[in-house]
């Protein structure tokens, strides 16, 4: 049977509980008075309701309710001994191999931690610098959400492992890589390139991604996107990306207003999904937005800020193709 690998963020009702998963060798999940979803017979329909009749029975639509249940569902039924699971921790992160079956602890509902698995924790329990992931990873640890599929990233985890241990020596590839990244940061922030120049490099750079096509928008047209980029998935199904370019410095970061006028330009072309890419930093204000967005709407917004975008350009490159 083959590995598979999430990504998980360790924080119910908004409350960080990293340091209590990692003491108890367990990660843990939310949703704590949706109790008896450890039935083994309940299917997807029966799991979803009984999220649905503890949190969500005022909403006339069941997305926020299937929304909580996904992520359940991965924590408790995909989840399996062996699953690899990336635990987000500021600028670090944490890595754990699942070694029991989910158990529901009924004297930690209050804290609303009641869900939990066995884990053990690897590279000696000990947090890994983002800066050790590719872009892929990266913008996978940014979820909107709790619990994300990872297990095509398995390989990515597995090198992050690998560049964290004591005795594992970075390879000349990855040397290199991180010397270029850290050298188109600063060119990013600091070079010759200005606001439109910008918006013509991340053009350049969808387009080397996969992009169908790529429109950058007039000033006077702007309606709250900066580019729209359409990609086709599975050669059918066309998806439109709002995109807003912002060629910032670190600081100040990227704020809450930022993601309100990306919204407007989701809305305006009617976007399956929005992207802010920045040469700065986000702040904590704008990720709560595009999460609070997603709850609404269901409309995903990556945030990819300037480590990122180098991380992409160096492992991309930016051929127009």
């Known amino acids: 049977m083959s590995k598979s690998a999430f990504v998980l963020r360790i924080a119910p009702s908004r409350k960080d509980r990293v340091g209590v998963a990692l003491s108890k060798n367990q990660i843990i999940i939310g949703w704590a008075y949706a109790e008896g979803l450890l039935q083994p017979s ?11 009749h503890a949190y969500y029975s005022d909403e006339k639509t069941l997305r926020k309710a299937g929304s909580a249940a996904g992520h359940l569902w991965r924590f408790i039924r995909d989840m399996e ?53 590719r872009s892929a990873l990266l913008s996978r640890m940014k979820i909107q959400g709790t619990c994300a599929n990872a297990t095509d990233l398995i390989s990515d985890i597995e090198e992050c492992l690998k560049l964290a241990g004591s005795n594992s020596a970075p390879t000349f590839q990855n040397d290199l890589q991180t010397r270029l990244a850290r050298e188109v940061l600063d060119e990013l922030r600091s070079g010759r390139i200005e606001n439109f120049g910008f918006e013509r490099l991340i053009k350049t750079v969808l387009l080397g991604l996969g992009a169908e096509d790529v429109r950058i928008i007039p000033r006077l047209a702007d309606k709250g996107a900066d580019l729209v980029a359409t990609f086709r998935v599975a050669g059918t199904f066309l998806q439109t990306i709002a995109v807003q370019a912002k060629h910032w410095q670190p600081d100040p970061p990227v704020g809450r207003e930022v993601v ?17 890419i920045t040469s700065g930093s986000i702040s904590d204000d704008a990720s709560d937005a595009c999460e609070e967005y997603f709850e609404e709407k269901g409309i995903r917004i990556e945030l990819v800020d300037g480590e990122q975008f180098a991380k992409l350009i160096v492992e991309h490159g930016i051929r127009a193709s």
Do not use: C, H
């Open 42 to 52: 309940l299917g997807s329909e029966q799991f979803r309701e009984i999220v649905r």
């Open 81 to 133: 001994p062996g699953s690899l699971v990336v635990v987000p921790n500021w600028s670090e992160f944490y890595v754990a191999e699942v070694e029991g079956p989910a158990t529901y602890d009924a004297t930690k509902v209050k804290d609303d931690t009641a869900y939990r698995r066995r884990v053990r924790w690897l590279n000696g329990k000990k947090p890994i610098p983002r800066q050790f992931a």
């Open 260 to 276: 309100d006028q990306l919204i407007r330009g989701i809305e305006a072309e009617s976007a399956n999904l929005g992207m802010i």
